[in-house]
């Protein structure tokens, strides 16, 4: 069923006016459905988002209408429903949730079942995560979407977008029974795997400027399907990230430890597409683009740093009772640790996650993917930073992981 959002995005999308039975061909609506789209259309043009002239209708350039279009775009790249996400009482109860750390069914006056459908929508599009079910206790993360959402619709009070609730209790419980689901299931287990596979590989490299949708990633990976117009590096990036990523998790479920020289490989695999650079480290000082706060080591130290961290990784993984606290204090120094290194011209953060999810997963925490809802904070507590952040790396983290574990043993439970 085509809505007003649909018809507003390939208008927005279009330089030139466009008649309505241009619009109605788009969708392949026959003439019965013409008037729908007339409709549509002259309701946009009411709300000031479109235009109409003598030669069509025509999108209206403006903060609103702009607004809208990035609200769609970001749904579109990552595979989202925008015309779920564009629903007033969502929105509202948006406007409620992220004014709170968590939120329960008593802090909203919402029916039951719309409050459900509300939040199987957020949790599906890894927008939410459901912390238990009863009692009801939900936490909505704050994004650069959720966002644009609250202004689009008119709400302009302040929202949380920092929190530091510990949930490792909540990790502790979820750990107990993933250890038993997978004991029980192990090939159900590997399924999930590789449908994590996909998502991180898009979210990881979105991170990194790489333009392709989540379905464009699909289509290459699973679908040996090239899409049209696309270039040859953004693909090539993408597939060279898979093998460096089915490597690492090769090596984590076999505990292989990491050494430089694994450290080197992952980054050959991930950059094979600039081979003047991948897997050597560099003799040459770099910067983060955009952040020039960000202290990077200078070249000439790069290496005497790299081998003191990965001393002290030795010396860690040799700790056989290390509790989940002192696992994920470490997994966030050294992720941080390794990124203010900086050993490589560029695929340095890339490389980072991938080490990460190596010293997690060798520990026997599935960690897959970072979802989307929470790529925005990771990024800003990390290469993004105006300083290093390992405390607030280390809430974040924390909610990565029982995002990962509860969908994980969701699955397996069925």
Do not use: W
């Not at 599906?124 to 238990?132: E, G, M, P, V, Y």
């Not at 590096?233 to 694994?262: G, H, V, W």
């Not at 405390?391 to 439970?413: A, D, P, T, W």
């Amino acid at each position: 069923m085509v809505t007003k959002y649909d018809v507003f995005e390939f208008v927005y999308t279009n330089r030139h006016p466009l008649k309505p039975i241009e619009v109605a061909k788009k969708f392949k609506k026959n003439e019965r459905e013409y008037d729908n789209i007339h409709r549509m259309l002259t309701e946009l043009t009411r709300e000031d988002l479109l235009t109409k002239n003598n030669y069509g209708f025509q999108a209206k350039k403006h903060d609103k209408s702009n607004l809208l279009y990035q609200i769609i775009f970001h749904c579109l790249r990552s595979g989202i429903n925008y015309n779920q996400l564009l629903n007033p009482g969502l929105v509202k109860f948006l406007s409620i949730a992220l004014q709170r750390k968590e939120i329960t069914s008593k802090d909203v006056n919402i029916h039951p079942i719309t409050l459900r459908k509300y939040i199987d929508i957020l949790h599906k599009n890894c927008l939410l995560l459901i912390i238990s079910e009863k009692p009801l206790r939900v936490k909505v993360f704050y994004n650069i979407l959720l966002n644009n959402l609250l202004v689009y619709f008119g709400y302009k009070h302040k929202v949380v977008t920092e929190d530091t609730t510990s949930y490792l209790e909540e990790i502790e419980k979820e750990l107990v029974k993933f250890k038993k689901l997978k004991r029980e299931n192990e090939t159900g287990y590997q399924q999930i795997v590789d449908e994590f596979e996909v998502s991180f590989i898009h979210h990881s490299l979105s991170l990194e400027g790489n333009p392709l949708t989540l379905n464009e990633t699909k289509k290459i990976l699973k679908d040996k399907v090239i899409p049209a117009n696309l270039k040859s590096k953004d693909i090539d990036e993408i597939k060279n990230y898979q093998k460096a990523l089915l490597q690492m998790l090769r090596d984590s479920q076999e505990k292989e430890p990491l050494t430089l020289q694994t450290i080197l490989n992952y980054h050959s695999l991930a950059m094979q597409h600039e081979p003047e650079i991948a897997g050597k480290i560099r003799n040459i000082e770099v910067h983060i683009s955009g952040n020039p706060n960000f202290k990077i080591t200078k070249a000439e130290d790069v290496e005497k740093e790299l081998e003191v961290l990965i001393t002290k990784y030795n010396d860690f993984i040799k700790k056989e009772k290390a509790g989940l606290k002192e696992i994920l204090v470490f997994a966030v120094y050294f992720h941080n640790e390794f990124q203010h290194i900086h050993p490589f011209k560029d695929g340095n953060s890339r490389t980072t996650r991938l080490l990460t999810f190596h010293l997690l997963q060798s520990k026997d925490i599935p960690i897959f993917d970072i979802p989307y809802g929470l790529l925005d904070e990771y990024l800003s507590y990390t290469k993004g930073s105006r300083k290093r952040e390992d405390q607030k790396l280390f809430s974040n983290l924390q909610k990565v992981i029982l995002f990962n574990l509860k969908k994980i043993n969701e699955r397996l439970g069925r």
